[in-house]
Protein backbone atom coordinates (compact mmCIF):
# COMPACT_ATOMS: atom_id res chain seq x y z
CA UNK A 1 0.00 0.00 0.00
CA UNK A 2 1.39 3.64 -1.02
CA UNK A 3 0.56 6.43 0.74
CA UNK A 4 -1.24 7.57 -2.78
CA UNK A 5 -3.67 4.77 -2.28
CA UNK A 6 -4.34 6.08 1.41
CA UNK A 7 -5.06 9.40 0.55
CA UNK A 8 -7.48 8.77 -2.20
CA UNK A 9 -9.14 6.07 -0.65
CA UNK A 10 -9.58 9.00 2.16
CA UNK A 11 -11.36 11.10 -0.13
CA UNK A 12 -13.35 8.13 -2.10
CA UNK A 13 -13.86 5.32 0.21
CA UNK A 14 -14.45 1.85 -1.01
CA UNK A 15 -16.19 -0.83 0.77
CA UNK A 16 -14.34 -4.01 2.58
CA UNK A 17 -14.59 -7.11 3.71
CA UNK A 18 -14.80 -8.05 7.01
CA UNK A 19 -14.05 -11.28 9.46
CA UNK A 20 -16.25 -12.98 10.87
CA UNK A 21 -16.19 -14.74 14.27
CA UNK A 22 -18.21 -17.78 13.74
CA UNK A 23 -19.52 -19.68 16.61
CA UNK A 24 -22.88 -21.91 15.00
CA UNK A 25 -22.85 -24.79 12.83
CA UNK A 26 -26.10 -25.93 11.28
CA UNK A 27 -25.38 -29.55 10.51
CA UNK A 28 -26.08 -31.38 7.83
CA UNK A 29 -28.96 -34.28 8.35
CA UNK A 30 -28.56 -36.67 5.25
CA UNK A 31 -26.50 -39.77 6.37
CA UNK A 32 -24.99 -40.65 3.11
CA UNK A 33 -23.63 -37.18 2.62
CA UNK A 34 -22.24 -36.98 5.83
CA UNK A 35 -20.06 -40.49 5.22
CA UNK A 36 -18.77 -39.16 1.94
CA UNK A 37 -17.60 -35.71 3.60
CA UNK A 38 -16.02 -37.75 6.60
CA UNK A 39 -13.77 -39.82 3.64
CA UNK A 40 -13.31 -36.36 2.08
CA UNK A 41 -12.32 -35.26 5.21
CA UNK A 42 -10.45 -38.19 6.34
CA UNK A 43 -8.08 -37.52 3.73
CA UNK A 44 -7.45 -33.88 3.73
CA UNK A 45 -6.58 -34.32 7.72
CA UNK A 46 -4.08 -36.76 6.87
CA UNK A 47 -2.40 -34.16 3.71
CA UNK A 48 -2.70 -31.57 7.01
CA UNK A 49 -0.72 -33.81 9.24
CA UNK A 50 1.67 -34.85 6.31
CA UNK A 51 2.55 -30.95 5.85
CA UNK A 52 4.16 -30.60 9.23
CA UNK A 53 5.28 -33.80 9.93
CA UNK A 54 7.43 -33.73 6.66
CA UNK A 55 8.91 -30.31 6.90
CA UNK A 56 9.32 -29.75 11.07
CA UNK A 57 12.53 -30.44 11.71
CA UNK A 58 11.34 -32.87 14.86
CA UNK A 59 11.91 -36.66 15.28
CA UNK A 60 9.82 -39.17 16.38
CA UNK A 61 6.95 -38.29 18.97
CA UNK A 62 8.07 -34.69 18.99
CA UNK A 63 6.95 -34.73 15.56
CA UNK A 64 4.03 -36.33 16.13
CA UNK A 65 2.72 -34.33 18.65
CA UNK A 66 3.39 -31.44 16.76
CA UNK A 67 1.93 -31.90 13.96
CA UNK A 68 -1.41 -32.92 15.55
CA UNK A 69 -1.33 -29.65 17.24
CA UNK A 70 -0.74 -27.48 14.08
CA UNK A 71 -3.95 -29.41 12.66
CA UNK A 72 -6.05 -29.11 15.55
CA UNK A 73 -5.23 -25.17 16.12
CA UNK A 74 -5.64 -25.00 12.19
CA UNK A 75 -9.11 -26.89 12.18
CA UNK A 76 -10.18 -24.72 15.48
CA UNK A 77 -9.11 -21.32 13.53
CA UNK A 78 -10.78 -22.18 10.32
CA UNK A 79 -14.01 -22.69 11.88
CA UNK A 80 -14.29 -19.80 14.08
CA UNK A 81 -12.76 -17.36 11.82
CA UNK A 82 -14.36 -16.87 8.74
CA UNK A 83 -12.97 -14.04 6.02
CA UNK A 84 -15.56 -12.15 4.15
CA UNK A 85 -14.20 -10.42 1.29
CA UNK A 86 -16.23 -8.04 -1.06
CA UNK A 87 -16.13 -9.25 -4.14
CA UNK A 88 -17.13 -6.47 -5.61
CA UNK A 89 -14.16 -4.47 -4.61
CA UNK A 90 -11.52 -6.67 -5.64
CA UNK A 91 -9.60 -4.43 -8.02
CA UNK A 92 -9.44 -4.37 -11.38
CA UNK A 93 -10.58 -6.57 -14.14
CA UNK A 94 -11.65 -8.84 -11.00
CA UNK A 95 -8.36 -8.82 -8.95
CA UNK A 96 -6.23 -9.66 -11.37
CA UNK A 97 -4.60 -5.95 -11.63
CA UNK A 98 -4.10 -3.91 -8.19
CA UNK A 99 -6.07 -1.05 -7.96
CA UNK A 100 -3.29 2.13 -7.65
CA UNK A 101 -5.71 4.51 -6.60
CA UNK A 102 -7.15 2.94 -3.49
CA UNK A 103 -5.81 0.15 -0.49
CA UNK A 104 -9.12 -1.97 0.15
CA UNK A 105 -9.00 -3.64 -2.67
CA UNK A 106 -5.44 -4.85 -1.35
CA UNK A 107 -7.62 -5.97 1.66
CA UNK A 108 -10.07 -7.72 0.13
CA UNK A 109 -7.58 -9.96 -2.02
CA UNK A 110 -5.75 -10.57 1.41
CA UNK A 111 -9.18 -12.02 2.49
CA UNK A 112 -9.84 -13.68 -0.42
CA UNK A 113 -6.79 -15.52 -0.03
CA UNK A 114 -7.40 -16.49 3.57
CA UNK A 115 -10.64 -17.03 2.99
CA UNK A 116 -9.31 -20.01 0.74
CA UNK A 117 -6.28 -21.04 2.96
CA UNK A 118 -8.73 -21.78 5.56
CA UNK A 119 -11.41 -23.48 3.62
CA UNK A 120 -10.28 -27.19 3.91
CA UNK A 121 -10.30 -26.50 8.00
CA UNK A 122 -13.83 -25.08 7.97
CA UNK A 123 -15.01 -28.33 5.72
CA UNK A 124 -13.40 -30.83 8.52
CA UNK A 125 -14.50 -29.07 11.55
CA UNK A 126 -18.28 -29.08 10.32
CA UNK A 127 -17.86 -32.64 9.19
CA UNK A 128 -16.85 -33.45 12.80
CA UNK A 129 -19.60 -31.25 14.24
CA UNK A 130 -21.78 -33.07 11.76
CA UNK A 131 -21.12 -36.48 12.92
CA UNK A 132 -21.38 -35.65 16.04
CA UNK A 133 -25.00 -34.22 15.98
CA UNK A 134 -25.47 -37.82 13.67
CA UNK A 135 -24.21 -39.84 16.75
CA UNK A 136 -26.24 -37.47 19.23
CA UNK A 137 -22.87 -36.32 21.14
CA UNK A 138 -23.96 -32.67 19.91
CA UNK A 139 -27.68 -30.79 18.86
CA UNK A 140 -27.29 -28.59 15.63
CA UNK A 141 -27.73 -24.96 16.34
CA UNK A 142 -31.42 -23.83 14.43
CA UNK A 143 -31.59 -22.92 10.74
CA UNK A 144 -31.03 -19.35 10.50
CA UNK A 145 -33.96 -17.45 8.42
CA UNK A 146 -34.59 -13.79 8.14
CA UNK A 147 -36.25 -10.84 9.90
CA UNK A 148 -38.78 -10.96 6.37
CA UNK A 149 -39.31 -14.40 6.41
CA UNK A 150 -39.41 -14.55 10.78
CA UNK A 151 -42.63 -11.40 10.18
CA UNK A 152 -44.00 -13.55 7.60
CA UNK A 153 -44.62 -16.49 9.46
CA UNK A 154 -45.08 -15.66 13.27
CA UNK A 155 -45.31 -11.86 13.42
CA UNK A 156 -48.95 -11.17 13.75
CA UNK A 157 -51.05 -9.88 10.78
CA UNK A 158 -50.99 -5.89 10.39
CA UNK A 159 -53.69 -4.66 12.05
CA UNK A 160 -53.81 -7.26 14.53
CA UNK A 161 -52.72 -6.00 18.13
CA UNK A 162 -51.61 -8.38 20.90
CA UNK A 163 -50.75 -5.25 23.28
CA UNK A 164 -54.35 -5.88 25.43
CA UNK A 165 -54.12 -9.76 25.48
CA UNK A 166 -53.68 -11.23 28.80
CA UNK A 167 -53.33 -15.17 30.03
CA UNK A 168 -56.68 -15.79 31.53
CA UNK A 169 -55.97 -17.39 34.63
CA UNK A 170 -57.74 -21.00 35.14
CA UNK A 171 -59.61 -22.30 38.08
CA UNK A 172 -57.55 -24.47 39.89
CA UNK A 173 -58.42 -27.85 41.03
CA UNK A 174 -59.49 -27.18 44.42
CA UNK A 175 -62.07 -24.25 43.61
CA UNK A 176 -63.71 -27.28 40.90
CA UNK A 177 -63.35 -29.53 43.73
CA UNK A 178 -65.21 -27.33 46.05
CA UNK A 179 -67.57 -26.22 43.34
CA UNK A 180 -69.11 -29.75 42.39
CA UNK A 181 -70.05 -30.10 45.87
CA UNK A 182 -72.34 -27.80 46.32
CA UNK A 183 -75.94 -28.15 45.95
CA UNK A 184 -77.56 -26.47 42.83
CA UNK A 185 -79.53 -23.79 45.19
CA UNK A 186 -76.86 -23.13 47.24
CA UNK A 187 -74.82 -22.49 43.81
CA UNK A 188 -77.22 -19.87 42.62
CA UNK A 189 -77.15 -18.40 45.71
CA UNK A 190 -73.69 -18.12 45.98
CA UNK A 191 -73.62 -16.76 42.65
CA UNK A 192 -76.43 -14.08 42.89
CA UNK A 193 -76.38 -13.54 47.12
CA UNK A 194 -80.38 -14.12 47.37
CA UNK A 195 -81.28 -16.00 50.35
CA UNK A 196 -84.11 -18.03 48.37
CA UNK A 197 -82.20 -18.90 45.17
CA UNK A 198 -84.81 -21.57 44.36
CA UNK A 199 -87.21 -18.79 42.68
CA UNK A 200 -84.59 -18.35 40.29
CA UNK A 201 -85.12 -22.10 38.98
CA UNK A 202 -87.67 -23.62 37.16
CA UNK A 203 -89.99 -25.79 38.70
CA UNK A 204 -89.74 -28.00 35.64
CA UNK A 205 -85.95 -29.04 36.04
Request: glycine share 8%.
Amino acid sequence: MSLYEYWSEQYDPQSAGDVDLNTEHVAQTNSMVIFFKLVVSTLMTAGMFWLPYHYLPLQGWHSVAASCGIVLLYVGVAFFLIPRPDRNNLGWMGGLMNDPFHYSDNWNRTLRFWRGILGPGRFVAGTILDTAVLLGIAKSDPIPCSYEYFAERYQPQEGVSTANVKMSELPSAEVHGNASQLSREAEYEKRYGLTSARFLMNDDE
